[in-house]
């Protein structure tokens, strides 16, 4: 291992015990690393694991799946140390919260020894795919949840991890578990999606299909203490149900009502299943833009959460590294990462926040909302993609140095393709692809398919620059 940087705690120095992690309980490094490895081959797929390389363009893709989206500093320098010496060194935050390794040479054991030794593999092999629950990153500190949804998705993660049966889940089957954060991903649309709701002074689970809470309303509601057995219920009665084809929710919807499969649902609870009117017509309020930049409040007035924006959603080695270092040294010795692409150091004393921030700037990342670039994302691109029909990485640095220049932040998203793979949710703004940095423009539009109104086809970066900004200031001058 090379020599420690200045400031930089070597991952030997940290101590294991000083680094919780609020989701998993247990400890996994208690199990024989070779309780671990797969003992037959996984079954196909086109997404990427931990113990599933794919290829790419610029090498293999390693995609860790992270319990609520947490990863303890000491696990955070073996992904660094990982992605240094088995890779290119590009390590991604993913829009559901995890990270992921790019251009990963041929010593694939050897990564994915290191990452399993550090505790980030799953407790059984065949589950690592099914690993997909997504919790705010300020899940148990934030001042607006209703409750703490930690030992509930503990709960949840150990049983997917353990019922084999649910290993039959196509690795893009989906659950978010929301208690009413402040900052919580509401766009993302799930196979099933759950937030917390008061309704005559009890909060109740209230829970859809195929959506997302941002634009729905819940199907019906449970108790609090019910959280548990309904998802396994839905699961259950989703695989029971679902042809060989019909790998998520809105599939088997489009078979068996929604009302059909709440009927089914509601016979096999042993709870009871709220869908009065009071459930049925509850709407999400909606989150604080930009929250998860900055300074964020906690429930302990004395501690605050800091979230940073990472550049295009990639950090290299040392950016991790410093991070990893700042949670340890200002904070709680985690890192929460976010559907946002960013990360979140939490628990942080408020004292002690400027030194975060002005930390995490150092290490590269980006902590002002009105920086241009924080709030623009791009796809891989034909740099490291066969389907990207544009260096969009590249074209997004360039756009973002524009509107930088102009004063102008706005939220665009830049895709090489049609598979939108950046953006698990249609941005205000797209930018769409259609040759070497040339794209069509997309404007949101609540009542337009896809990526919603084309306002304007073969642009140039100059030229979109030239529309957003000009969009910008009609929108906002009198």
């Not at 946002?340 to 002002?368: F, H, I, P, Y």
Request: proline letters at 7%.
């Amino acid at each position: 291992m090379p020599a420690a940087k200045a400031g930089i705690i070597p991952p030997s120095q940290i101590p294991r015990s000083a680094l919780p992690d609020p989701i998993t309980s247990g400890d996994p490094l208690a199990e024989p690393l070779s309780a671990r490895i797969p003992v037959a081959p996984l079954r196909p797929s086109a997404c990427p694991g931990l113990l599933r390389i794919v290829p790419a363009l610029d090498g293999g893709i390693c995609r860790i799946k992270l319990p609520g989206g947490v990863i303890t500093a000491g696990q955070a320098f073996a992904v660094a140390d990982a992605a240094e010496h088995s890779a290119g060194g590009v390590i991604e935050a993913t829009n559901r919260g995890n990270v992921q390794i790019r251009g990963i040479g041929a010593d694939h054991e050897g990564l994915i020894t290191t990452l399993l030794e550090a505790g980030l593999g799953p407790k059984n092999p065949a589950s690592d795919d099914v690993r997909n629950l997504m919790l705010s990153p300020t899940a148990g500190v934030d001042p607006e949840q209703l409750f703490d949804v930690r030992p509930l998705a503990a709960q949840l993660l150990n049983t997917l991890e353990t019922h084999p049966r649910f290993h039959e889940l196509s690795p893009k089957f989906a659950v978010s578990l929301d208690g009413a954060e402040g900052v919580a991903m509401l766009e993302h649309p799930h196979d099933l999606w759950l937030s917390a709701l008061n309704v005559e002074d009890e909060t109740l689970l209230g829970f859809g299909l195929a959506g997302c809470p941002a634009t729905g309303s819940p199907l019906a509601a449970v108790s609090l203490d019910a959280g548990h057995d309904l998802v396994v219920a839905v699961l259950e009665l989703f695989l029971e149900h679902a042809r060989p084809d019909q790998t998520r929710m809105r599939h088997l919807l489009a078979d068996m009502p929604a009302d059909q499969f709440l009927a089914q649902l509601s016979e096999r609870l042993p709870h009871s299943v709220r869908h009065d009117q009071k459930v049925t017509t509850w709407r999400r309020s909606p989150i604080r833009l930009n929250a998860h930049i900055g300074f964020y409040p906690q429930r302990h007035p004395d501690f605050t959460s800091v979230g940073a924006v990472v550049p295009l959603g990639r950090l290299n080695p040392s950016m991790l590294r410093s991070a990893a270092t700042l949670a340890v040294e200002l904070g709680d010795g985690t890192v929460a990462m976010t559907p946002w692409q960013s990360l979140m150091l939490r628990n942080v004393r408020t004292e002690n926040g400027s030194r975060a921030v002005d930390g995490l700037r150092k290490a590269g990342l980006l902590c002002d909302a009105d920086q241009a670039l924080s709030q623009v994302i791009a796809c891989t691109g034909s740099a490291a993609c066969g389907k990207g029909l544009a260096d969009t990485k590249a074209d997004a640095l360039q756009l973002a140095a524009c509107l930088q220049r102009e004063g102008v932040s706005q939220a665009v998203h830049l895709s090489g393709c049609d598979r939108s793979c950046a953006a698990a949710h249609v941005a205000p703004i797209t930018l769409l692809a259609v040759s070497a940095g040339r794209y069509d423009l997309y404007f949101r539009h609540a009542e337009q398919p896809g990526f919603g109104e084309l306002r304007g086809r073969d642009l140039t970066i100059e030229a979109v620059g030239a529309l957003l900004t000009a969009d910008s200031r009609s929108n906002t001058d009198d």
